[in-house]
C-alpha cells in the first residue's frame, strides 16, 4: 500500500512484511528515512546536521546537504559528491543537473513497457515526478508495488520537456541509500562453466561493484547484488536484494562512505551506454527489483522466487508441467540425423522421457560451428523427409519436439553474411573480432530482426513443436551499426538488446503453445528479462553434478527453481565417480527442472532401469519444484549442500542433501515445516512435524554422498 502523509510530507510504501518510506526535505528534495521490516512509526529517522565542505544551497543553510543526507535519487554534479545515479549533458555542455521535486501520482497498477520486460500484476505505484529547469528535463521515478512478495521495482522515465536535445550519460533506475552497519556485499560470480557461484565481500569503504561489458548479461557477474550483516544466516537476520529485469550490460555498484553510509545502485553500464534525448522525447530505463529481508537469505530469495513466477514469466506456463528432455547436444554435437534422432527417440519413449529436442545442427550447412548460423532452413542431408515429416514421426511414437535456435548470431560462413555483411553489428572501418567462430547480427535495425524472425517463422511453422532452446553463444564487441548515423552510435548497445527483446517477443508470440528455454553457452544470459520470455533457463554447460552444486545453489540465491534446467549427464569432470552415478545426478538435477543429456541409446540395464524410475519418482514432486518456497538449508560445512522445498500450505516437502566428503549420516536442522502436522515419506515412515523443527533431520546418505526425502503431510 501506497500512502502520503500531507502533514509530515513523507511517503510510505507498505508490503506484506516491509515498509519503505522518504519525504520531501525544504520542499524540493527527496529524503530517504527507512527501509526494513514493516513498522509504524517512522520518527526519528530524518536528521540534518552541518558537515565540513559538503556544498549547501544558500537559502536553506549549511544543515543540509546533498552530500550528507540519504537521498531516493542523486544527480552528478550539484552538491553529491558521491557514487550519482544520473548525468545528462545539457545544451550548455556541461553535465549539472539539480532535480527537484515537482508534484507525485498514486496509481493502480504500473506504467507497462512496449519494448521491454516488466514486472506484470502491480499493486499500485507511486511516480515522483522531479524537475530540473536549466535543461528542461523533468525525471518521472516510479515505485511499483507488488504487496505479496515484498517487492518494489524501481524504473525512471526521463523526459525532455525544454526546447534543446540533452544527452543522457547515465541513466541508474535504482537507488536505495541504507545507513551502514557492517555489511557483506553477496554477489553471484563466475565464468563459463562455472556461474553464480556466491561471492562475499565485506564492505569496505569506497566503491565496489558488479557489471557486465559483454552485451549479454554474463556469466562473470550476474544482475543481481545484496547486502547482508555480518550476523545474517539463512534463516536469521536482514538483507538487502536488487535484480535487473535486463539481458545486457549493467553495473551493480556499492558505496560505503567513511561515516558508513551505504548506497546500492543498479542500471544501465554507463560506459557503453549514451541516449540522445530530442525535445519532446521519452526515455524509459529497465526496471530494478528491489526487496528486503528480515529472516535471513533464505526470505531474500523467496522474495525474488515469489516475484519473478507471479510477476515475471508468463503465466500461462509458469505452473504448467515442464517437458522432461533428452537433449542431443552432449551425446552427438553436430553429428544429427533424421535416424539417429528416431533411435533417440525410441529410446526416450521406453524411459519415460517425454521430449526429444534437437540441439545445434539441424539448420543450413551446420557440421561444425563455423558454418550456418543465420541461414535457418532445414538441412535436407540430415533431414531428408523435411522437419514436418520428422516431427510427426516423433508425436507418432507419443513424444514431443524442441529445436534449438541462435537467432541473433550469423557466421562469416553463412548465406546470410555472404548476401548481407551489413547487417552485423561492427564499427565502421574496423574489422570486426570473432567469438565462437561467429558475428552478431545488428539488431538495432528492424529490417534484420523482420528478415530472421519471417525466417524462423516460416521453416518452423509446419513442424509440431512444444519446445524452443534459444541460445546465445559469444560476448559483444564493436558494437556499432551502420543503420544508425554517428551521434547514435552510443546507443547500440542498448538498442541491441532492446531489439533481441522485440525478436523474443515476435518469436514467442509466433509459437504461443511453445515452451522456450533460454541459454548462452550455458548460463550467459540468465536474468530476470530473459526469464519474461522464456520460463527457464539453460543452467550452465557444465552438467558434473560437483560443479553443478555450487553453480545451483547460487543461481537458487535469485532465481526459482522453476527456472534452473538441470540435465543428468555423462560428463565427468569431478574426482568422486569413476563412471557417472545416475542416482548421484539426478540427486543433483532435483535442484531444478530435470532433462537429460547423454547418449541413452547406450545405457546399461540398470541405469535404463535408474533412469525410469527416476522420472516417476520426479513426476511426484514435480509440482512442488515448479510452485514451493526454498529454504538453503544453514550451517553446513564446506562440501555439503541442500535445501527444502515446502509447499505454500506446507502439505508437502522435499529434502535433497549431498555430501561430497562422503559422510554416510547426519543430523540437519529443518525449518518451516509445520509443528502440528504429521509427516509421511514415500516408504511409509511417520514424522512429527513439531520433533522435526526441534531435533531437525536425520539423514543416512546413500553412497555416503547423497539423499533425498519427499514427504506428505498424513495429519494435522
Ligand atoms: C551452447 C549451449 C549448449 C549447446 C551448444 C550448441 O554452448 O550452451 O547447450 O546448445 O551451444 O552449439
Redesign the pocket.
Known amino acids: 500500500m501506497i500512502s502520503f502523509d500531507l502533514e509530515e510530507k513523507i511517503f510510505r510504501i507498505d508490503t506484506r512484511n516491509t515498509t519503505y518510506a522518504f519525504k520531501i526535505a525544504h520542499e524540493k528534495f527527496l529524503a530517504h528515512l527507512y527501509y526494513g521490516k514493516k513498522t509504524d512509526s517512522l520518527q526519528g529517522f530524518y536528521r540534518e546536521y552541518p558537515v565540513d565542505f559538503a556544498p549547501y544551497i544558500e537559502e536553506i543553510g549549511a544543515n543540509f546537504s546533498l552530500d550528507t543526507i540519504p537521498t531516493e535519487l542523486s544527480f552528478f554534479d550539484s552538491g553529491d559528491t558521491k557514487d550519482t545515479a544520473i548525468k545528462i549533458k545539457n545544451k550548455n555542455g556541461d553535465s549539472s543537473t539539480l532535480f527537484y521535486y515537482k508534484e507525485h501520482k498514486i496509481f493502480k497498477g504500473r506504467l507497462e513497457f512496449e519494448n521491454m520486460p516488466y514486472s506484470r500484476l502491480a499493486n499500485e505505484t507511486l511516480e515522483i515526478i522531479y524537475e530540473d529547469e536549466t535543461s528542461g528535463v523533468e525525471l518521472h521515478s516510479y515505485y511499483s508495488v507488488f504487496e505479496n512478495s515484498d517487492t518494489i521495482t524501481r524504473y525512471l522515465k526521463f523526459v525532455n520537456k525544454g526546447q534543446n536535445k540533452v544527452q543522457i550519460l547515465q541513466a541508474t533506475g535504482c537507488q536505495l541509500d541504507l545507513s551502514g552497519a557492517d555489511y557483506t556485499l553477496v554477489t553471484l560470480c563466475g565464468e563459463y562453466g562455472k556461474e553464480r557461484n556466491i561471492t562475499e565481500y565485506p564492505l569496505h569503504v569506497g566503491l565496489q561493484g558488479i557489471y557486465s561489458k559483454r552485451g549479454h548479461s554474463s556469466h562473470q557477474f550476474n544482475p543481481f547484488m545484496a547486502i547482508k550483516t555480518s550476523k545474517t544466516t539463512e534463516n536469521t537476520g536482514e538483507a538487502y536484494g536488487l535484480e535487473f529485469v535486463y539481458s545486457g550490460d549493467f553495473e551493480a555498484r556499492a558505496e560505503m562512505t567513511y561515516d558508513k553510509r551505504v548506497r546500492l545502485t543498479m542500471g544501465l553500464n554507463r560506459d557503453t551506454f549514451t541516449w540522445n534525448l530530442q525535445a519532446g522525447e521519452e526515455f524509459i530505463t529497465p526496471e530494478v527489483i528491489m526487496t528486503y529481508s528480515s529472516e535471513g537469505l533464505n526470505k531474500l530469495s523467496q522474495n525474488f522466487h515469489s516475484h519473478i513466477r507471479e510477476h515475471i514469466i508468463n503465466p500461462k506456463f509458469v505452473y504448467q508441467k515442464r517437458p522432461i528432455v533428452i537433449n542431443t547436444?552432449e551425446a552427438m554435437y553436430f553429428n544429427i540425423d533424421e535416424e539417429i534422432l528416431l533411435r533417440y527417440a525410441e529410446k526416450a519413449k521406453q524411459l519415460g522421457i517425454d521430449t526429444v529436442v534437437i540441439?545445434?545442427g539441424w539448420f543450413g550447412k551446420r557440421n561444425d560451428?563455423s558454418i550456418g548460423l543465420g541461414d535457418w532452413y532445414v538441412n535436407q542431408e540430415k533431414f531428408k523427409n523435411g522437419l514436418a515429416d520428422f516431427s510427426e514421426k516423433i508425436h507418432a511414437l507419443g513424444l514431443k519436439l524442441g529445436i534449438?535456435i541462435e537467432p541473433e548470431m550469423v557466421n562469416p560462413k553463412s548465406e546470410l553474411y555472404k548476401a548481407h555483411p551489413e547487417w552485423v553489428l561492427q564499427c565502421k572501418d574496423r574489422p570486426c573480432s570473432l567469438g565462437r567462430r561467429q558475428l552478431v547480427l545488428d539488431l538495432t535495425n528492424d529490417e534484420v530482426i523482420e528478415y530472421i524472425v519471417e525466417q524462423i517463422k516460416t521453416t518452423l511453422s509446419e513442424v509440431k513443436l512444444e519446445y524452443i532452446?534459444w541460445?546465445f553463444?559469444r560476448t559483444l564487441c564493436e558494437v556499432g551499426s551502420l543503420s544508425l548515423p554517428k551521434e547514435r552510435q552510443g546507443e547500440a548497445k542498448h538498442r541491441f538488446t532492446l531489439g533481441s527483446y522485440k525478436m523474443h517477443k515476435k518469436l514467442t508470440e509466433a509459437f504461443p503453445n511453445v515452451l522456450f528455454e533460454g541459454?548462452?553457452?550455458?548460463g550467459g544470459r540468465f536474468d530476470a528479462g530473459i526469464l519474461f520470455y522464456c520460463p527457464q533457463i539453460?543452467t550452465s554447460?557444465n552438467t558434473d553434478p560437483v560443479c553443478r552444486l555450487a553453480i545451483q545453489k547460487g543461481t537458487s540465491m535469485a532465481y526459482p527453481l522453476s527456472t534452473i534446467s538441470a540435465h543428468v549427464s555423462d560428463s565427468l569432470w569431478n574426482k568422486l565417480e569413476s563412471t557417472p552415478d545416475y542416482n548421484f545426478r539426478f540427486n543433483v538435477a532435483l535442484g531444478g527442472v530435470l532433462g537429460y543429456e547423454m547418449n541413452i541409446t547406450r545405457l546399461s540395464c540398470d541405469n535404463e532401469k535408474k533412469v525410469t524410475e527416476q522420472i516417476k519418482q520426479y513426476e511426484k514432486f514435480a509440482p512442488l519444484i515448479l510452485s514451493g518456497d526454498v529454504y538453503r538449508l544453514d550451517n553446513l560445512e564446506d562440501g555439503e549442500y541442500g535445501f527444502v522445498c515446502v509447499a505454500k500450505d506446507k502439505s508437502e516437502f522435499l529434502l535433497v542433501y549431498q555430501n561430497l566428503n562422503g559422510s554416510t549420516k547426519k543430523r540437519v536442522p529443518i525449518v518451516s515445516i509445520d509443528n502440528r502436522s504429521i509427516y509421511k515419506d514415500d516408504k511409509g515412515n511417520i514424522y512429527r512435524g513439531e520433533k522435526l523443527l526441534k531435533e531437525g533431520i536425520e539423514i543416512v546418505t546413500t553412497s555416503g554422498t547423497y539423499s533425498y526425502l519427499h514427504c506428505f503431510c498424513e495429519k494435522k
Open positions: 547436444w540441439d545445434d560451428d534449438w532452446k541460445d553463444n541459454c548462452s553457452g550455458g539453460w554447460d
